[in-house]
């Protein structure tokens, strides 16, 4: 399940105050055959200066790190 700002009601007034909330989904946490394994989308559902957006970068929990994708073409 993708989470969604509405999973931050819980935790007093995040959700109000922040001026932006990024949320972290990793499809091969819930699914380890997703065909997205090793990726990591980083979800910005409250921008108050600019647009919401997803953006997907590569997960390197090894490293404790996410990197752009297209940093990882050489590989």
Do not use: C, N
């Not at 957006?53 to 990882?72: G, K, N």
């Amino acid at each position: 399940k993708r989470p969604m700002i509405s999973d931050l009601r819980e935790s007093g007034a995040v959700e109000q105050d922040a001026d932006m909330v990024i949320l972290l989904h990793r499809p091969d946490m819930h699914d380890p055959d997703s065909p997205r394994a090793g990726e990591a989308d980083l979800l910005v559902d409250k921008h108050r200066g600019g647009a919401r957006a997803s953006i997907t970068v590569a997960a390197q929990p090894h490293y404790s790190r996410f990197v752009d994708m297209a940093d990882l073409s050489w590989a």
